[in-house]
T-cell receptor, first 112, second 110 residues
Framework: DAMVIQNPRYQVTQFGKPVTLSCSQT?????MYWYQQKSSQAPKLLFH???????NEADTPDNFQSRRPNTSFCFLDIRSPGLGDAAMYLC???????????FGDGTRLSIL | GQQLNQSPQSMFIQEGEDVSMNCTSS?????WLWYKQEPGEGPVLLIA?????ELTSNGRLTAQFGITRKDSFLNISASIPSDVGIYFC??????????FGSGTKLNVKP
């Protein structure tokens, strides 16, 4: 059974129209991550939460925001998507220090 | 940020051949991870390595954590068509951050 669940799997939005991507986990893990991945490239970390503590990467555009209302859920908000934001967005979790990340299947975002 | 150099970038091999790929870093890591990603899916963990010198197998896959803690390799023996995908290494040393290599794209010809 999937333990890190991302919805939707495919999302199409219009240029400039806000969009929210969702991630939920059944693992009760403390840490949740959001990555952006463009075609055949390595995942690029946008930010992560350790419990409620938000950690933004220095080069993450302000256009990207995140919310974690509880342990199980984390959201990625893109306030004004541009064409360059079309990508796969991956959510991942970690439970204990030095343990591997568990990834969801991602949401592929297209911008019209 | 940390740089992980992963090679080769891509490989075209015949079914049944063995495959080797590696990652090097300028920094020491506490954990090395190997993931496989298929099109339209998230990365799936293949092998996790926690100690310098550790050699771990998962079926036809074998990975090692380098003695210097700055490198790791992944071997796939007797490749099959379903091995096709992109393989990523990832390193971790502190503060909940993981650093990814640029990936090795594996193509297997039946």
């Amino acid at each position: 059974d999937a333990m890190v669940i991302q919805n939707p799997r495919y999302q199409v939005t219009q240029f400039g129209k806000p969009v929210t991507l969702s991630c939920s986990q059944t693992l009760n893990h403390n840490v949740m991550y959001w990555y952006q991945q463009k075609s055949s490239q390595a995942p690029k970390l946008l930010f992560h939460y350790y419990d409620k503590d938000f950690n933004n990467e220095a080069d993450t555009p302000d256009n990207f925001q995140s919310r974690r209302p509880n342990t199980s859920f984390c959201f990625l908000d893109i306030r004004s998507p541009g064409l360059g934001d079309a990508a796969m967005y991956l959510c991942a979790t970690v439970g204990q220090p030095n343990q591997p990340q568990h990834f969801g299947d991602g949401t592929r975002l297209s911008i019209l | 940020g940390q740089q992980l150099n992963q090679s080769p970038q891509s490989m075209f091999i015949q079914e049944g051949e063995d495959v080797s790929m590696n990652c090097t870093s300028s920094s020491i890591f506490n954990t090395w991870l190997w993931y496989k990603q298929e099109p339209g899916e998230g990365p799936v963990l293949l092998i996790a390595l926690y100690k310098a010198g550790e050699l771990t197998s998962n079926g036809r896959l074998t990975a090692q954590f380098g003695i210097t803690r700055k490198d790791s390799f992944l071997n796939i023996s007797a490749s099959i068509p379903s091995d096709v995908g992109i393989y990523f290494c990832a390193g971790h040393f502190s503060v909940n951050k993981f650093y990814f290599g640029s990936g090795t794209k594996l193509n297997v010809k039946p």
